[in-house]
């Protein structure tokens, strides 16, 4: 009787099985992809455009990295001063800092498919539960495709914002 049960539960869960795959942002973050754009998000803010992370540098040995980030106002030219963030990864997960001691915000990377579509939800501060979708500039079309926007309104509901539009070029100054 007992081994009937055992293969019922068994073939129970089986059926029912969830792909509990978790995603390494290391391996996002430092891979040969060193720009990447804000595509959408599921909250508004600001009405801001253009918004992207460019790595600096990094620390393989701490999972750190020194990124620049900067978006600009919509219907402007120019992109607003850009700010240095500390960027440090645990996993799944990562924290942004805006300078070094600060509790920063913690994001986690709740879906990569591989090919740009990496949708990172917030666990703390403002972006609690809020997602937004980040992709390289060769890969934002593919970010951009049906099968990403449904794995986005899965997870994280509807799009609120899309900051990126085809016009944005990430600036080269502050190398």
Not at 102 to 112: A, C, M, P, R
Not at 145 to 163: G, M, N, R, Y
Request: charged share 25%.
């Amino acid at each position: 009787m007992d081994c009937k049960f055992a293969v019922v539960a068994f073939c129970l869960f089986s059926v029912g099985y969830v792909d509990a795959t978790t995603y390494d942002v290391w391996d996002l973050l430092s891979g040969n992809d060193d720009r990447f754009y804000l595509v959408s998000r599921s909250y508004s803010r600001d009405n801001n455009e253009c918004a992207y992370m460019k790595r600096k540098s990094q620390d393989d040995g701490n999972h750190e990295l020194q990124t620049e980030m900067s978006h600009r106002k919509a219907g402007h030219e120019s992109f607003e001063a850009p700010s240095t963030y500390t960027v440090t990864v645990k996993g799944s997960e990562m924290t942004v800092r805006a300078q070094t001691g600060s509790e920063g915000v913690t994001y986690e990377l709740v879906y990569s498919d591989g090919n740009g579509c990496n949708i990172l939800k917030g666990k703390t501060a403002h972006v609690t539960d809020k997602c937004e979708l980040w992709a390289p500039p060769q890969k934002v079309e593919h970010a951009q495709e049906v099968a990403c926007s449904k794995k986005f309104e899965e997870l994280c509901k509807e799009v609120k914002e899309t900051p990126y539009n085809e016009g944005c070029q990430i600036p080269e100054t502050g190398n």
